[in-house]
């Protein structure tokens, strides 16, 4: 038999509870080291892509590393990130005809032309060999600067990888066919991006295929612009920039949905018709999207308004008879666009901007939590439910009666009723759905089994051990 050892004595013993309800993980877990990113050139440690990454740490690493592009880069690479605009020389450096006679500097202006060809003037001679010499110089300066844009976007890609990825996200991604290919020379600095976006999102979500990809970061977008609140930068100003930047690109990629479904036959002309149409419907549809507006018009007039400017816009709800609706609704009076999305950001912005001159600091307006006064009243040996008595409004809070019978939870059952309950059926907008309830219902049972298995062991060895002790005094 093995000596007994207090520190191995307890080690396969667990509840009814961990038994049926927690995997055996084979002892202690070593979580191991975070995912570490570089610091900078200047010792800065940016935001970064790794493989725990969240929509919103993929968006703001993104618009990170689109301002370091821009700020580190004034020339051509710099311009096409800045405008979302490819530069139109980054693959080849081969002008087209039609381009030569582009207004400078774009290109040369209209090719002169002389009166009577056989026997053309002096200073026709002189405007057409003029002509001439600064097409061959746009020829020389746009191979200069085709070189330029390969080599910075070769050393900017560097300095991506390095200060902006994780190393396990380095070692995936360096390693895939797509992405070698967006560095060559037939690509640019926007399809990089985008490929690497892509391939983070590839090997955060293993076993989805690309088309899977690209409809979940649709779809995590748009969640996210709806799940983005002021706290998460303590800034107003900011939270709206961030809005509109991922706005900005869930219209590009509704608009790429859309392009991609054309016909293979249109003619050049019919395809810039149609493209053109596509956008002006996907901008229409965001811009009305009643769902974006309700949810950032509440985040922004709960947590960044002043006073003034709540009151301005409690006048507009009542001038407008809005209701349940907010005063940006998209309507076009004239032939004017008045409300919606983009205008109410671009109101907001004013606002913010305002209310920063006005404070001196960035806007957030962090609400103080109303302070309640719990009752735990105790009748016999039952108990009755707790009630919560607020002291500004002696408002009565019952608590739910689901969570306090069914669950046993208590102290959650005090925060809410059952009419907002997560479990009960009839709240639409939260309910859990039937199979989570009956999860959570029969893991309630197993941990409240357990105790009860715990407590029965308990009570039969204080029985026992009452016992010895007076037979041994008898």
């Known amino acids: 038999m093995s000596k007994w050892n207090k520190y191995t004595a307890t080690k396969d013993w667990n509840n009814a509870f961990n038994r049926s309800g927690q995997p055996d993980l084979g002892g202690v877990i070593n979580k191991g080291k975070t995912e570490e990113i570089k610091p900078d050139e200047s010792g800065l440690i940016r935001t970064g892509y790794k493989t725990t990454s969240t929509e919103k740490e993929l968006q703001d690493t993104s618009d990170e590393i689109r301002r370091y592009i821009t700020r580190n880069n004034n020339r051509d690479l710099g311009v096409e990130v800045a405008k979302d605009e490819v530069y139109q020389y980054a693959v080849n450096n081969r002008i087209e005809a039609e381009d030569l006679e582009l207004a400078p500097p774009d290109g040369c202006g209209m090719k002169p032309l002389y009166e009577d060809v056989d026997h053309p003037t002096d200073i026709e ?9 600064a097409v061959k110089q746009l020829d020389k300066d746009t191979t200069i600067r085709h070189k330029e844009y390969r080599q910075d976007m070769r050393n900017m890609i560097s300095k991506i990888m390095e200060f902006f990825c994780s190393e396990s996200i380095r070692q995936a991604i360096e390693k895939e066919d797509v992405f070698i290919e967006a560095q060559g020379e037939t690509s640019d600095m926007t399809s990089f991006l985008e490929a690497l976006d892509h391939g983070v999102r590839k090997l955060i979500t293993p076993g989805l295929a690309d088309n899977e990809i690209k409809d979940k970061t649709r ?31 869930y219209k590009s990629i509704l608009i790429k949905e859309k392009v991609a479904l054309l016909g293979p036959f249109l003619d050049n002309a019919a395809r810039l018709m149609r493209e053109q ?18 949810q950032i018009y509440k985040e922004y007039y709960e947590f960044a308004m002043l006073p003034e400017y709540k009151q301005q816009h409690d006048r507009m709800i009542t001038e407008r008879k809005c209701g349940n609706e907010t005063p940006y609704k998209r309507e076009v009076v004239g032939g004017v666009v008045k409300g919606g999305l983009d205008n109410m950001l671009k109101e907001f912005t004013a606002i913010a901007n305002a209310s920063m001159q006005t404070l001196g600091q960035a806007v957030y307006i962090v609400k103080k939590k109303e302070f309640k006064r719990p009752l735990n009243l105790e009748y016999g040996k039952e108990k009755k439910p707790k009630y919560d008595i607020a002291i500004n409004n002696q408002e009565i809070i019952v608590p739910c009666e689901f969570c306090l019978t069914t669950l046993k939870f208590e102290k959650g059952a005090a925060n809410h009723t059952f009419n907002n309950c997560r479990y009960n059926s009839k709240n639409i907008d939260n309910y859990v759905g039937d ?12 941990f409240n089994s357990g105790r009860q298995d715990q407590k029965s062991e308990s009570q039969r060895g204080r029985g ?11």
Do not use: P, T
């Open 125 to 133: 001679k002189f405007n057409m060999s003029r002509w001439e010499n």
């Open 219 to 249: 779809e995590d977008i748009k969640q996210m612009m709806l799940d983005l609140q002021i706290g998460d930068y303590c800034n107003s100003l900011l939270y709206i920039q961030k809005q509109q930047r991922a706005i900005l690109r």
């Open 277 to 294: 149409q596509i956008k002006d419907e996907i901008q229409v549809n965001v811009d009305r999207d009643a769902q974006f507006i309700k």
């Open 435 to 446: 199979a989570k309830k009956a999860e959570r219902i029969a893991k309630s049972e197993r």
């Open 464 to 474: 026992r051990s009452h016992r010895g002790r007076g037979r041994g005094r008898n």
